[in-house]
């Protein structure tokens, strides 16, 4: 299975498409199912976010993907965002157990382990973010190591990351060799 199949539920033979929308616009298979998950498409996926809490929440989500795929957690993305204290790192960090079972009572799509999972990775980005200034400007500096340095980094950085963790990552910030996006797609 790809990291893309992973990621995001979809078979790689699924082709991009404009999926009915009509614009015109050739867009990954995975989010060729999903129309109410275009507007990520086109103006975040791949794309380094200028603000600092949005990249913050794309950690969140791209730790979430571990267990579901990206349009399921997409699906959620309100709650996670008001569950986890708006993805504030030093909020995140300090969740006790009974925190961990709130989040997840107030619709976070994720069991006790990947919740704690977040916790853990938050606490690692909360450090780094003051060691870089802030979480997105380690995303800066990290996208000039080669492939296997960013890896390495990431799996290095945060606790319990695997490096499908560091890839998918990676291709959600758009770091690294390539498009994240599909040969296809009007955005590679």
């Known amino acids: ?12 033979s699924q082709s991009p498409t404009d999926c009915g929308t009509g614009d015109g616009r050739t867009r990954c298979g ?11 498409h086109d103006a975040e996926w791949g794309m380094l976010p200028d603000d600092e809490a949005y990249a913050r929440e794309r950690l ?16 959620s993305r309100d709650a996670i965002w008001n569950a986890l204290a708006g993805c504030d790192f030093v909020k ?4 006790d157990d009974d925190a961990i079972d709130r989040a997840a009572s107030a619709g976070v799509p994720a069991d006790r382990a990947t ?11 909360a450090e780094t973010a003051k060691q870089c200034k802030d979480f997105r400007e380690y995303l800066l500096a990290v996208r000039f190591l080669a492939r296997e340095e960013q890896i390495a ?5 945060f606790p319990g990351f695997t490096r499908i ?21 009007w955005r590679a």
Request: glycine share 6%.
């Open 92 to 95: 995140i960090a300090s969740m």
């Open 60 to 75: 969140v989500l791209t730790c979430l993907q571990r267990t579901l795929p990206l349009a399921d957690v997409l699906n």
């Open 153 to 157: 980094d990431m799996v290095a950085r």
């Open 115 to 125: 919740l704690a999972f977040i916790r853990d990775v938050a606490a690692a980005g």
């Open 30 to 40: 995975w989010v060729a199912e999903h129309p109410a998950h275009h507007a990520f």
């Open 1 to 12: 299975m790809t990291i893309a199949e992973q990621s995001h539920g979809v078979a790689a």
């Open 165 to 185: 963790d560091a890839a998918r990552l990676m291709e959600n910030f758009g770091i690294g060799e390539g498009s994240s996006h599909e040969r296809d797609c």
